[in-house]
């Protein structure tokens, strides 16, 4: 079946850094990719449509300034939450929506913790 | 806004027993999604409905959208401790992909 994966899986870094998460898909191209959040015990919460070849959109109260978004090709798109702050600390996942099925496959998630 | 509301919030049932979760959708849906997470992992796709009246199975589990396509159920037949996990629905309204989460339902399946 369809794979995405996520790199890292598990993050930790210190206060004013910026962290990049790369998600790829790996059986299929995909135009767009989408990001979300989910907090502890929360459901998910999209923050941005990742398309290729053009600027992402943002979701509202995003701030896309902060959460930076490439998609330089079909299989890879790349978060980097810049200037990290302890609020940012959360899980992240991916998805990439299959262009032969409409099916929306999900990464496994980075764990980032901002300390 | 689109609102998606997912019942119940968790959920426990002695192995063997049938149980179903809800999921109900303010909008008229272009498609709905059923993943199941295992706390701290990623999503696991189980199946995605698209069409009114639209029933699909996998193994034992049965998943339903209704004929409005506003409403969904997931059904479990003879659960298993291997069931155990928090199960989501997920709404695409607009066909852009843009997923909309019910808040999940955790299940417990004891032995």
């Known amino acids: 079946g369809a794979v995405v994966s996520q790199h890292p899986s598990r993050v930790i870094c210190k206060s004013g850094t910026s962290v990049k998460i790369e998600c790829r898909s790996l059986?299929?191209?995909?135009?767009?990719m989408f990001w979300y959040r989910q907090f502890p015990k929360k459901s998910l919460m999209l923050m941005a449509t990742?398309?290729?070849?053009?600027?992402?959109?943002?979701e509202q109260g995003v701030e896309k300034d902060k959460f930076l978004i490439n998609h330089a090709s079909l299989t890879l798109s790349t978060l980097t939450v810049t200037s990290a702050h302890p609020e940012d600390s959360s899980f992240y996942i991916c998805?990439?929506?299959?262009?032969?099925?409409?099916?929306?496959?999900f990464g496994p998630g980075t764990r980032l913790t901002v300390l | 806004s689109q609102e998606l509301e997912q019942s119940p919030q968790s959920l426990i049932v002695q192995e063997g027993k049938n149980l179903t979760i809800n999921c109900t959708s303010s909008?008229?849906?272009?498609?709905l999604y059923w993943y199941k997470q295992k706390y701290g992992e990623g999503l696991i796709f189980l199946m995605m409905?698209?069409?009114?009246?639209e029933e699909k199975s996998h193994e034992k589990i049965t998943a339903k959208l209704d004929e409005k396509k506003q409403q969904s159920s997931l059904h479990i037949t003879a659960s298993q401790p291997s069931h155990a996990g928090i199960y989501l629905c997920?709404?695409?309204?607009?066909?852009?992909?843009?997923?909309?989460f019910g808040q999940g339902t955790t299940l417990q399946v004891k032995p």
């Open positions: 909008k008229t849906l272009y498609g």
């Open positions: 997920g709404a695409d309204s607009s066909n852009t992909g843009k997923l909309i």
């Open positions: 409905l698209q069409k009114g009246g």
């Open positions: 059986d299929f191209q995909a135009t767009t």
């Open positions: 990742s398309n290729e070849g053009s600027k992402a959109t943002y």
């Open positions: 998805s990439a929506r299959d262009p032969s099925s409409d099916t929306q496959y």
